[in-house]
């Protein structure tokens, strides 16, 4: 049976707590276009890994090449920042009153991103989210590397010490790659979101335990799940198999 209580959560940022309204995609073609690239070549590659390091990302889409990957990037954090500054992004609906409602029930929550640090302080400032949790992730932050390594949770379970049992922990987000580093991590509950890029198919394939229609149902689905005894086991809510 499972005692468990999992007092460790750990969730994503765009398309899980917050809504960016497609800035992802506009930020990576901003940067190829900037570059010189036509960005209807590597669209496809930038929606398949949403979630992942976007360094990642253009080291994949460059070949390797190092010094590209770099500028290529440089240029996207500087898109996405003047899209955020532009009052671009908002909170999911009740993202923030469910982290407040999982913090009133004693758990500890981090916000991950794969975005670099520059961009993930921009996100917060935009939002009044600084004081919203009490430790926020990005892949710098894990040894560099993001999504789909299970690094970033694995350095929330070591900085909060909020747990002792990676099995205690709760991983959220919307891509398969959310999915991918909570399973990787040993995450006793990987809840995938319907808020974002993926949909319930992926998320299911690439390992969530439950499948939402948001973040603002995650309290109760960890309440259910720490109720009923069970091990974890894949669950789509009502709403979201609707």
């Not at 003047?82 to 409602?101: H, K, W």
């Not at 939002?127 to 892949?139: A, I």
């Not at 049992?165 to 891509?175: L, P, S």
């Amino acid at each position: 049976m499972n005692t468990l209580r999992h007092d460790l959560v750990v969730l994503d940022m765009a398309g899980t707590t917050v809504a960016d309204g497609g800035l992802v995609e506009l930020a990576f073609t901003a940067a190829a276009e900037r570059l010189g690239e036509d960005p209807a070549t590597m669209i496809d590659h930038v929606r398949a890994t949403m979630g992942e390091s976007k360094i990642s990302v253009f080291r994949h889409l460059f070949g390797g090449d190092e010094a590209r990957a770099r500028q290529a990037n440089l240029a996207f954090e500087e898109a996405y920042s003047s899209l955020v500054d532009g009052g671009r992004i908002a909170p999911v609906p009740g993202a923030a009153e469910a982290v407040a409602e999982l913090r009133e029930q004693g758990r500890t929550v981090v916000l991950t991103t794969g975005f670099a640090r520059v961009t993930q302080d921009a996100i917060l400032d935009a939002l009044g989210w600084r004081d919203l949790v009490p430790l926020t992730l990005c892949p710098a932050d894990a040894g560099g590397r993001g999504r789909p390594y299970p690094d970033m949770v694995l350095a929330a379970f070591l900085r909060t010490g909020a747990v002792d049992d990676v099995r205690q922990t709760v991983v959220a987000g919307d891509t398969s790659y959310d999915m991918l580093s909570g399973v990787r991590a040993g995450a006793g509950l990987v809840a995938g979101v319907l808020t974002g890029a993926h949909d319930a198919s992926a998320l299911t394939a690439h390992g969530a335990t439950h499948v939402l229609a948001s973040v603002a149902e995650l309290p109760a689905a960890i309440r259910a799940s720490e109720e009923s005894g069970e091990p974890s086991a894949s669950k789509e809510s009502g709403e979201s198999a609707s």
